[in-house]
């Protein structure tokens, strides 16, 4: 009965299906309590028909043990004792108890399949011994005739049937759970890495843009034509983070817009990110050592936004300084290197670590990849960031030539690569002018 259903699909609740399953059996075993108080046959008797008459009133007793199994589910122990006791009694008035078991029977399964294995099997043990003691202490077919026999067997076969369902619901129970748990772990990790992409875009955009307009405020009564040219850099840093941002958008929206016309940021755009950190005063070089290889795309995406990174930090703090990124490409693994000769550690940052998301988003992005990143001060003064990203399997846990106290950090969701922002501006200028960035 658990799996009826309306003609049009829609399930029964479960009240409607016990109610149902409660007048059925009632029928049924009253008309087998009643059966077995009128044989048609004295094959099985010696002496002529001995059983004692069984008269219609005490049919209620049947009835009273079937129809309490409609409220099963809501209490299957109170059913239960109900069910029992009214079995006990039509057994111990000397009637044939054969069908009427079968009432219990369904209610010990109820109880068994709600129940943990203890309690499903000290009920049964209760169940057989009292319905067991009743039907041995009077029955007409003498002390272990009739149902005695067979009834341990039915007690031991719906406390199993109910222990196995019972751990079948909480098996697809926690397979939900897990589920449901897999589905929130992975949206928290979304929203993680569309804010992580969206400080790369945004933050590296906004804080070349405030870095030009100090410049700007600073230069413009001076050097106007210093001003101007620090803020068409300002004009091409908003155009193309609002181009990025847009990107970003398209993708949450899944936007059906022209496939974008520009690759993905990595290493083969490198060469543009160091152009715009040299207009923005950073100068800036890069030596690639080893012979490049084909990144994947995880890596590649992770090895270009720590090198972006790095260079923000030191366009925004380092001050009037230089900077160096080196590449060493391995058999196994990219080594990142990124040093500058300004003034040390970013604002905010202690032993490496960091107030705000720049430094923790490149140990995020390299620990996703199976990476490390050590950042603190370099060996010569100013600042050193140092990656390793492996190209297959796990880099070891310190880099070589890593000042002593700096340690790996763990890592950032790779996310769908956005060009590079355009470095604004001429900061060198005013650098020479005594201006902070």
């Not at 049009?8 to 479960?14: A, D, L, N, T, V």
């Not at 006791?85 to 078991?101: K, P």
């Not at 043990?125 to 009834?151: E, H, M, Q």
């Amino acid at each position: 009965m658990e799996g009826v259903t309306a003609a049009g699909g829609r399930s029964f609740s479960p009240a409607v299906r016990d109610a149902v399953l409660a007048l059925a059996v009632t029928v049924v075993l009253g008309y087998g309590a009643y059966g077995e108080a009128h044989p048609s046959t004295t094959a099985y008797f010696s002496g002529g028909h001995h059983l004692p008459h069984t008269p219609t009133a005490a049919l209620v007793l049947v009835a009273v043990a079937c129809l309490a199994l409609a409220w099963r589910r809501r209490w299957p122990v109170a059913v239960l004792g109900v069910s029992v006791a009214a079995t006990t009694i039509y057994t111990l008035l000397g009637y044939v108890n054969g069908a009427i078991l079968v009432a219990p029977m369904v209610a010990l399964y109820t109880v068994a399949s709600q129940s943990g294995v203890r309690r499903a099997v000290a009920y049964g043990l209760g169940t057989l011994a009292v319905l067991g003691l009743a039907s041995i202490a009077v029955n007409p077919f003498g002390p272990f005739g009739g149902g005695v026999d067979v009834l341990p067997f039915m007690v031991a076969v719906v406390v199993v049937a109910g222990i196995a369902v019972a751990n079948r619901r909480a098996y697809v129970e926690s397979i939900h759970d897990r589920a449901e748990q897999d589905a929130r772990r992975r949206i928290d990790e979304e929203r993680l890495r569309i804010a992580r992409e969206l400080h790369d875009v945004v933050a590296h955009t906004m804080a070349t843009i405030n870095v030009q307009a100090g410049v700007a405020a600073h230069v413009l009564s001076t050097r106007p034509e210093v001003a101007a040219e620090s803020l068409q850099a300002i004009k091409a840093a908003s155009k193309e983070g609002l181009r990025e941002l847009r990107a970003i958008l398209d993708v949450l929206r899944q936007a059906d817009d022209a496939d974008p016309t520009q690759p993905a940021p990595g290493t083969a755009q490198l060469e543009a990110l160091i152009d715009g950190a040299r207009r923005a005063g950073l100068e800036t070089t890069c030596t690639v050592t080893g012979e490049p290889v084909p990144l994947p795309a995880a890596v590649d995406l992770a090895a270009y936004r720590i090198v972006q990174e790095s260079l923000t930090n030191a366009i925004r703090h380092a001050g009037p300084a230089t900077a160096a990124v080196s590449l060493g490409y391995h058999h196994d693994e990219l080594r990142i290197e990124v040093t500058d000769t300004g003034r040390g550690q970013p604002a905010g940052a202690v032993a490496g670590q960091s107030g705000g998301h720049g430094l923790a988003g490149m140990r995020e992005r390299a620990a996703t990849v199976g990476g490390i990143v050590e950042t603190g001060p370099g060996p010569r003064g100013g600042f050193r960031v140092a990656a390793r990203l492996p190209l297959g399997g796990h880099p070891a846990d310190t880099l070589p030539g890593s000042p002593p106290g700096t340690a790996p950090s763990p890592g950032t969701a790779p996310s769908p690569g956005t060009p590079p922002s355009p470095a604004a501006g001429p900061a060198a200028a005013a650098a020479r002018e005594g201006v902070r960035p």
